[in-house]
Each structure stands twice: as structure tokens, then as C-alpha cells.
């Protein structure tokens, strides 16, 4: 198991300007940093990887989908364009020397038709991660496609939903993630869930119930860390936390108030937090 931090808490574009803040992950205990792949180019995710290296952390890699870029579109033209974009991502993940690229790039966060997902939609979205997926795969990636709560998404809100269309895209570099906040909203039972989705989830943020820090909230935490014990998971739990820091980003996530007293409290205990409960799980 490794323990990482998503960068989201402070930068939707990672810079020079937040590399001193490796160091301090680094010295927390950290083993590795969440990097977001929404816009730049290669030299920008050359610098982050030179510098991730330069203090022993390892990267992953997130990214979403934009309306002009929606893979389960009707326009073959906006498909063309989200696939497009998925290799791009995937391109700079590579860069990062990431193993995965995760998040909700099946479809655009906050855009609603009015009704759940279509069969024409989940085939549409199928088809093109399927592509990207065989374009992953060149460079030893795999994608893991991140589920939403309802209020965010319709596409994608379950782990039902997620195994069902990994299966339908039935490609060895797609898979699924797990997040704890979104679970916790959609879930009934996180535990047994977790059970269920075994094999088909390579990934799994840990975010509190109100994306503060992570032990603060009632999310299921000791049934959470047992199943993924007793299901053999030892990939990386990374905490995802947001503020209102980045004011964009906290209208996407619905953060209106503040949820921990500083970013240092989330990294610090919460770090701690997924120490303690892993090792408590055994």
C-alpha cells in the first residue's frame, strides 16, 4: 500500500511556485503526489516529475472530461475531441511516469440531461475509452475511471455503474477507482461494495464526507479499511481534500465553506489517519 496526496487541494495547474511543498509531503511520510492533467504541456509535467523525483515521491495522475470533450456525446465530432484529449492526458500521466490515469474523464462533471444514462450513451462512452484504453496501454498505463455522487454526474454514480461498463469496455487497461466521499453519498453498504468491486477498481482516494480531512466525518472508516484489506488491495490511497482556495474548483465540488483549518491539518492528520486505520485493519 502506498499513501499519496492530491494536488487539487492546492492547484488545478501545478508550478515551480508548489514544489516546495514536495519536500514537506515527503517528510510527512507521503509516498507519493496526485497530479492534475488538465491543461499545460509536456515541459510543465516534465518539471513536476524532475522535482517529484528530486524528493523521492512518486506520481499519479488525474484529469476529467469538458463538455467540448464529452465521450458519451451524440456529436462524433465532440467524441473525436474527448478521445483526443484522453491521449493527450495520457501522454503527460506518461510523462509523470504515473501507472494510472484516474478521475471522471466518462463524461463531463455538473452536465445533466434531465434522465440517467442512455444505452446509446454507455455504448458511445465505451467506445471511446476502449480506444483510449488500447492507447494507454502502449505506455503501460491503465485508466481508472472514477464514479460521482448524483448531484455531480448522472453518467457514472455507482460502483455498479463503474464494473458495468469497465466490463462493457472489456479492455485489460480500463478499470475503475473507488472513492470514499462519492460511496459514501451512493452506497448503502461501502463494505460490502467494496467486495463486490474487487478486481475491477485499481485506485482509491480517501475523502472525508464533507471533503474535510479525512477521520474528521462519519464515513464508514474501519468497515472501509477492513474490506480493502480482506480483498487484497495494495495500491495507493490518496487523500482528496478541497478548499476554497481555488474558487472554480470549489464551485465544481460545491465547497462553500471551509472544512479543516488549514491544508496542513488535512495532510498531517490525515496521513496519519490511513496509517493508523490501515494497520489497525490487518
Known sequence: MKIGMNLLLWASSVTPAHFSLFDKLKATGFDGIEVPVFSGDAAQYYAIRQAADGCGLACTAVTIATPEANPI???AAVRRAALDRIRWATEMAAILNSPILCGPFHSPLGIFSGSGATAD?????????????EFAGKSGLTLA???????????L??????RALV?????????????TFHANIEEK???ET?????????????????RGTPGTGHVQWVETFRALRETGYDGWLTIEAFGRALPELAAATRVWRDFFSSPEEVYTQGFRFIRQQWDAAR
Do not use: Q, W
Not at 450513451?121 to 484504453?133: F, S
Not at 466490463?167 to 472513492?179: G, K
Open 189 to 191: 453498504h461501502p463494505a
Open 157 to 162: 454514480t455507482t460502483a455498479a455503474d463503474a
Open 145 to 155: 475511471l472514477e464514479y460521482l455522487n448524483r448531484f455531480e454526474c448522472y453518467f
Open 194 to 210: 467494496i467486495r463486490d468491486f474487487a478486481g475491477h477498481f485499481v485506485h482509491v482516494h480517501i475523502s472525508e464526507n464533507d
Open 167 to 179: 466490463e462493457h469496455v472489456d479492455h485489460p487497461h480500463c478499470r475503475a477507482m473507488y472513492d
Open 73 to 75: 456525446s451524440a456529436d
Open 121 to 133: 450513451e454507455k455504448k458511445r462512452g465505451a467506445d471511446v475509452l476502449r480506444d483510449a484504453a
